[in-house]
T-cell receptor, first 113, second 112 residues
Framework: QQQVKQSPQSLIVQKGGISIINCAYE??????FPWYQQFPGKGPALLIA?????SEKKEGRFTISFNKSAKQFSLHIMDSQPGDSATYFC????????????FGDGTTLTVKP | DAGITQSPRYKITETGRQVTLMCHQT?????MFWYRQDLGHGLRLIYY???????DKGEVPDGYVVSRSKTENFPLTLESATRSQTSVYFC???????????FGQGTRLTVV
C-alpha cells in the first residue's frame, strides 16, 4: 500500500515557467510534509516543509500548497531555472519520527534553457 | 570535515557474499537511518537507530543487519547478498526524533 502518491513522474518546463508537482497521502496521522531535492549522485536534501496547520508556505521561488481535507499537497517552483533540474520527492511522516518518512516515487524535473 | 559520509561509494559483489556498507557522522546526532532507493521509486527505510545499541526495523528490513556500538557509526550488513538488493543505499542522521534528517551521498551496490 503506497501511502504517498506523487505525480507526474517526469516534468519538462521551459526556463521561467512554473513547475508543479503533486502529492496525495492516505494516513491522516501524518503531520509533517517535507519536499526533498536530489541532484544526480547526491543524497536528498530538504528543500521546504509544511505542517497541516497552514495552507501555504513560501520560501523564495518554492511554495508548498496544502489541502488537508483532500489530503493533497503540491510544490510550485516559480520562474524555474535550469539549475532547478533535479529529482524532487515529497514525503510525509509523523513529526515525532524524523527518519520514518514515507516518500513518494519522485519527479524528475528538467528545465530547458 | 563535519557531516555524514558513506563508504564505499560504489560496490560490486556476488550473490551470496556478505557485504557491509559503512556510515559515519560527525555531528553526534542521536538518530541514524538506512534507506534504499530503487529506480523510479522513492526511499524506503531499512533500519533506524535512536541511540547507540538501540536499533529498530523499518519498512524493508529482510536480508539486512545493522549495529550501532558507537554513536557516530551505523554499518549496514547484507548477510547473503541477492540481486534484488541491487540498489542505491543512503544513510541519514538527525539530531532528535523530530528533527530533520541529513543524508549522505549514497552507496551504489550492484549484486551480480
Amino acid at each position: 500500500q503506497q501511502q504517498v502518491k506523487q505525480s507526474p513522474q517526469s516534468l519538462i518546463v521551459q526556463k521561467g515557467g512554473i513547475s508543479i508537482i503533486n502529492c496525495a497521502y492516505e494516513n491522516t496521522a501524518f503531520d509533517y510534509f517535507p519536499w526533498y531535492q536530489q541532484f544526480p549522485g547526491k543524497g536528498p536534501a530538504l528543500l521546504i516543509a509544511i505542517r497541516p496547520d497552514v495552507s501555504e508556505k513560501k520560501e523564495g521561488r518554492f511554495t508548498i500548497s496544502f489541502n488537508k481535507s483532500a489530503k493533497q499537497f503540491s510544490l510550485h517552483i516559480m520562474d524555474s531555472q535550469p539549475g532547478d533540474s533535479a529529482t524532487y520527492f515529497c514525503a510525509a511522516r509523523r513529526n515525532t519520527n524524523a527518519g520514518k518518512s514515507t516518500f513518494g516515487d519522485g519527479t524528475t524535473l528538467t528545465v530547458k534553457p | 570535515d563535519a557531516g555524514i559520509t558513506q563508504s564505499p561509494r560504489y560496490k560490486i559483489t556476488e550473490t551470496g557474499r556478505q557485504v557491509t556498507l559503512m556510515c559515519h557522522q560527525t555531528w553526534s546526532h542521536s538518530y541514524m537511518f538506512w534507506y534504499r532507493q530503487d529506480l523510479g521509486h522513492g526511499l524506503r527505510l531499512i533500519y533506524y537507530s535512536a541511540a547507540a545499541d538501540i536499533t529498530d526495523k523499518g519498512e524493508v528490513p529482510d536480508g539486512y543487519v545493522v549495529s550501532r556500538s558507537k554513536t557516530e557509526n551505523f554499518p549496514l550488513t547484507l548477510e547473503s547478498a541477492t540481486r534484488s538488493q541491487t540498489s542505491v543505499y543512503f544513510c541519514a542522521s538527525s539530531e532528535e526524533g523530530w528533527a530533520e534528517a541529513f543524508f549522505g551521498q549514497g552507496t551504489r551496490l550492484t549484486v551480480v
